[in-house]
């Protein structure tokens, strides 16, 4: 059973930062991809930034340049860094992985963080 627990989310002013952690317990992470989505409150859960391999990565548009996601294959874990926050920032973000391959999302998923940015 591969389990995927975030950790990290917080209140944090506009402009501020927050760094968002992902362990995943599986034997074979690094043959997994992993992503960030997020989802505010009436709103479709959405696809935040995306990493396979060691560095190949993607980003939202609306998040490009602020967020960055990478991965630490010694410690099992995926990070979310994410500077210059805003309002629309606010939402539960989750992080999701398996396989690489195919298409988004993969089969693992979290269970949230909670990020509230104020204004």
């Known amino acids: 059973q591969v389990e995927l627990v975030e950790s990290g989310g917080g209140l944090v002013q506009a402009g501020g930062s927050l760094r968002l952690s992902c362990a995943v317990s599986t034997t074979i992470f690094n043959n997994y991809a992993f992503a960030w989505y997020r989802q505010a409150p009436g709103n479709q859960r959405e696809l935040v930034a995306t990493?396979?391999?060691?560095?190949?990565?993607t980003y939202a548009d609306s998040v490009k340049g602020r967020f960055t996601i990478s991965r630490d294959n010694a410690k099992n874990t995926v990070y979310l860094q994410m500077n210059s926050l805003k309002p629309d920032d606010t939402a539960v973000y989750y992080c999701n992985g398996g396989v690489d391959g195919g298409g988004w999302p993969k089969r693992y998923w979290g269970q949230g963080t909670q990020v509230t940015v104020s204004s």
């Open positions: 990493i396979r391999g060691r560095t190949i990565t």
